[in-house]
């Protein structure tokens, strides 16, 4: 059967349009009720408005379905561990339920603090004049020591990355200041929210006192709470993992490695508690094994992003080298190991009786090319792009399956 093939699709004021992902080829959607403030319920009214949008056109074309939510966003004081979690995980378990009575049953979140992806420019020039998302360690560090200006942020710099930082720091333009703040400040991909410096350095302070093993034990409560719920209504949850998977500004990441996913299932030992398994994000760090983290984790995996980043730089276990996102196929991840692994582990799947045997998958990112470098879109999600990347993983999945 293959993997499900989806695209994201962030509503109606998408620049891409659901026929623009029909054309693509693909059967599902990934989408959210981005409107609906995080903590708040998403109520089977709005639930179907959404479904019935991407639903809408198909007594005429080739059909759509909403196959996944990205994301049912995670409060931050469940994060945080405050007393008022306990409401904010019972609204979430209630969404949960109302998503499941809509037929929808696979759901993505994260536990990133503060802010979800980050990168520092968002048009980088490839060979081929396409754009790309990138991280350059450097210009983090301009923004955090000279821009942000966080106390204490020094001691996460090796003394030469400071200095570099510093001198060109003192050479950047107005412009050049204001459009890095802006990219290290982008938020949430989809939504409203936004961050100025004076508000984003607030909400830093309020992770002070929340470490590694705080935000562990924060998530491991929230998961307990929760998925047990999600798998008395048939639905799976899926984690995405931290993006880079390294700390910064100073906050805490528990969804970086191999062996942070292995405690993860283990704090609740359930097919419901999740992993929406994100080659692009895990794939920054050279210690983690693709291939072998899907034979390890198979039955868990109920959501797949595909991209690879290439690394610029040596990276180390404390931080993150510079990467860029690199064409789908010609990264640093072993593409064709990990669309091999996929199949066998669907196979399995299939043999066994057990499990969705067509496990949803979208080309995650694209390249900014073509028609689409004279539109404006999210980054990393414009039309051509993704379609180049599903094209190419289409095609490989394929002939991997007919090899075997």
């Not at 196959?67 to 049912?72: D, F, R, T």
């Not at 899907?294 to 990467?323: D, M, S």
């Not at 999945?397 to 075997?404: K, N, P, T, V």
């Amino acid at each position: 059967m293959g993997m499900l093939q989806t695209m994201r699709w962030f509503g109606p004021n998408d620049p891409v349009s659901l026929m623009d992902i029909r054309q693509a080829g693909c059967a599902g959607v990934v989408t959210a009720l981005h409107q609906i403030p995080v903590g708040q319920l998403w109520t089977v009214d709005a639930i179907t408005e959404r479904k019935q949008l991407v639903e809408a056109s198909n007594h005429q074309y080739s059909p759509l379905q909403w196959a996944v939510v990205e994301s049912l966003p995670v409060h931050e004081d469940i994060k945080k561990g405050r007393p008022t979690r306990t409401d904010y995980i019972e609204t979430y378990k209630q969404s949960i339920r109302n998503l499941a009575a809509c037929g929808i049953k696979t759901i993505c979140y994260n536990f990133m603090p503060v802010l979800d992806w980050s990168r520092t420019n968002l048009t980088y020039e490839m060979p081929d004049g396409s754009r790309a998302l990138r991280f350059v360690w450097k210009d983090f560090a301009i923004f955090d020591l000279y821009i942000l200006k966080r106390p204490g942020a020094e001691i996460d710099y090796e003394s030469d990355i400071i200095e570099s930082a510093r001198q060109t720091f003192r050479q950047m333009t107005p412009e050049q200041i204001a459009e890095l703040s802006n990219i290290v400040l982008l938020g949430l991909p989809g939504s409203e929210e936004a961050f100025t410096l004076d508000t984003f350095q607030g909400l830093l302070n309020e992770y002070a006192s929340i470490g590694d093993a705080e935000l562990r034990q924060n998530l491991y409560y929230f998961i307990r709470e929760v998925a047990p719920v999600a798998q008395e209504v048939g639905v799976n949850l899926c984690i995405h993992p931290d993006d880079p998977p390294y700390s910064l500004l100073g906050l805490p990441r528990v969804v970086s490695t191999e062996a942070d996913f292995a405690q993860l299932m283990d704090a609740c030992d359930i097919i419901a508690n999740g992993i929406t398994f994100c080659t692009g994000s895990l794939g920054i760090r050279s210690d983690n094994e693709l291939p072998g983290m899907i034979q390890r984790f198979g039955e868990r995996i109920h959501f797949i992003h595909l991209r690879t980043t290439r690394r610029e730089t040596i990276e180390t276990l404390a931080r993150p080298g510079n990467f860029h996102e690199a064409d789908h196929l010609a990264g640093d991840v072993d593409m064709y190991a990990v669309v091999k692994a996929i199949v066998l582990e669907q196979k399995r799947r299939i043999q066994q009786g057990v499990g969705e045997t067509s496990i949803p998958m979208r080309p995650d990112h694209g390249h900014q090319m073509l028609d689409d470098l004279h539109k404006k879109t999210y980054p990393g999600y414009s039309a051509i792009g993704r379609l180049r990347g599903l094209a190419e993983l289409r095609g490989l999945e394929m002939g991997i399956e007919r090899s075997l």
